[in-house]
């Protein structure tokens, strides 16, 4: 019954029912019953492909170099041209770097020397000079001859703001105005600010004061781990002092207000009471 309604005949059984399906899908192994399924490739087979296609690529790559072979050893020797120029860059920076730091340690010794002293014999073996004066001279060529030798370099630049330091203590102001100029435009802006900190002393000494009060306002909006806004506002409040007392009660008690654990809080708190 069942399979006339299939349109099928007898002489189908279900023996060759079942050998058709093996010949139709391809899988001698199967039965009906496991359903039909690709083929699988084994393991060796796979392996064998693979192999294959990395033989066919590396094949493909060394057809590519002989046929390539001027271009390939160009570029190599670019690349190898361009290695070696950034390597020996960098040890010449590193090597520069080296040298300003020496020779800026050998001025430091100079500024750091001691003055004599009346009364007092000096040491045997250490360098001494008569007056800070000349002592700041001495240092501040030897600072020059570093910041023009490796102006580039940290120890450089570090130079040139000690070179306007010591024109300040020979009281040469328009040289120390003009160096510290350059290492506000050179510097860092730590180096920077601190060249701006001298900057105001400059001024104060020679009664420019509008003029630092312009560079204290400049530091106050813009603070620096070297120079902090509590330092500035400090400066910023000793001019109002003489100028303006109201301002620079004002300041102070910001500062001792929102400043309370630092040292610049202390400072104010301290003015506060010598100013009531």
Known sequence: MVQRKLGLHPIFTAATLEGAARYLCGCHHLTPREGLRPNSVDTQTRHAIKHDALIDHANSALGWLEDHKSQAILVSAIVIGILA?????????????????????????????????????????VRTYPSAAARAKAA?????????????????????????????????????????KKVQDRGDSNLSSLADMALVSLYRQ???TSDAIGMLKKLVAHPTTAVPVGQSKLELASIYEQTNPGQAKQIYAQLKDKDTKTTAGQIATQKLQQMH
């Open 85 to 125: 120029i950034v390597i020996s860059s960098i040890l010449f920076y590193q090597h520069r770097q080296d040298e300003a730091s020496v020779a800026f340690g050998a001025a430091m010794d100079v500024y750091s020397a001691p003055v004599d002293q009346p009364g007092t014999p000096a040491e045997p073996g």
């Open 140 to 180: 501040n060529g030897e600072f020059l001859k570093v910041a023009d030798q490796f102006g580039s370099t940290d120890a450089g630049k570090n130079a040139l703001y000690f070179a306007g330091l010591t024109y300040m203590e020979m009281g040469n102001t328009a040289a120390a105005e003009t160096t510290l």
């Open 206 to 208: 020679n009664g420019r």
